[in-house]
């Protein structure tokens, strides 16, 4: 089996609770060779910690030293179009965390880039690698005809969870001149992605590209793109958003927002006329933490209730075992680029609703 060296740009939360440890229990697929992060104290700490000998500050000098295969890319969303563009002008495969960019003019850039190398780009849905979701699908040919679709994804923030489970090193060694600069190029991207708009509805924006591009993702796989955005509310900001989405034959509701409870809920559910199907996710930051299928079902006089967990390897897991074959195989990867910029159109079609309707 091949093993693809690969490096790790972006050190934080998601890379120090599941990507790293993943990676360094298949090591017969991945070789860590490098890592990247504007932290040097998270350089020296993960390094130390995984044994790799690649660090850099720039993603740029790690690329240009290094021969890499793969890259995963879980630094700041407005930094992934910048990092997945200049691994694919080298012909590095790319698993870029979601969302891949915040703006279509930086799809445009990647699709461009990847078309140029023949490389590949995935985006890091890992929802739609749970095997729950994966029997979900395969199961909804026999619900019959839908009749409604609730999606809904209440959630605290994720630090509150990882606080209590994971020993996650958040640096003090990040100019502050780095973080404006951050937040300088975000306003940009969302200004070019949506034009002037309040900040309430940019705020929106970014909690749909970030938390709502599982959502959305996951319901197209299962039930195909919506037709229309036909109503949507935001409020506290742009922290909460409630959507309709209308269908030939039914409709979607979704529901979305953060705050400062100890909980994770997030689900989706397909109601046919005499059953149904739920896909409950709990945390992806607890690994192995369960997703379950829950089927609902009535027969003759009997209503029936069925709760499945298919597996306890958690889908981060499964995702990069499936970027490897995807990889070495030569396999289309259904987490595209192009999948992901069906997402984008989405949320700025809500966005767009939003905005006529006043929030």
């Known amino acids: 089996m091949s093993k693809l060296r690969v490096g790790v740009i972006g050190l934080g939360e998601v890379a120090q609770v599941v990507h790293l440890p993943i990676l360094e229990s298949l090591p017969d697929l991945f070789e860590v060779g490098a890592v990247c992060d504007i932290s040097p104290s998270l350089l020296q700490l993960m390094g130390d910690r995984y044994g790799v000998p690649g660090r850099y500050e720039r993603a740029a000098d790690m690329l240009e030293a290094e021969q890499l295969d793969a890259v995963l890319i879980l630094n700041s969303d407005e930094y992934h179009s910048e990092c997945a563009v200049a691994a694919l002008e080298r012909g590095v495969h790319v698993l870029v965390e979601k969302p891949m960019c915040l703006s279509p003019r930086e799809a445009e850039d990647i699709i461009r880039a990847r078309d140029a190398s023949g490389a590949v780009v995935m985006v890091g849905y890992m929802r739609r690698f749970a095997p729950a979701f994966v029997e979900a699908k395969e199961r909804l040919a026999g619900l019959g005809p839908i009749n409604y679709v609730r999606v809904h994804d209440i959630i605290g923030r994720n630090q509150l969870i990882v606080d209590q489970t994971s020993l996650v090193h958040r640096p003090t060694d990040i100019p502050a001149s780095a973080m404006e600069e951050r937040r300088q190029r975000g306003r940009r991207l969302v200004q070019d992605a949506l034009g002037v708009v309040p900040d309430e509805l940019a705020g929106a924006y970014r909690l749909l590209c970030g938390l709502g591009s599982h959502d959305i ?67 992806p930051y607890v690994r192995h933490f369960p997703t379950t299928l829950v089927v609902d079902e009535t027969v003759g006089d009997a209503y029936n209730r069925s709760v499945s967990r298919p597996h306890l390897k958690d889908p981060y897991t499964y995702e990069l075992e499936y970027f490897h074959d995807v990889v070495t195989r030569g396999l289309q990867p259904k987490t595209s680029a192009e999948d992901f910029v069906e997402d984008l159109e989405i949320f700025e079609e809500i966005i767009r609703v939003l905005h006529k309707n006043g929030g």
């Open 217 to 283: 993702s996951a319901l197209r796989e299962l039930v195909g793109r919506p037709r229309e955005v036909s109503a949507a509310r935001l409020w506290r900001g742009g922290a909460f958003i409630t959507a309709t989405l209308e269908y030939d034959e039914f409709v979607v509701t979704y529901e979305t927002g953060v705050d400062e409870q100890l909980r994770f809920d997030a689900h989706i559910e397909v109601y046919g006329n005499t059953s149904s199907l739920r896909v409950q996710y709990d945390t």
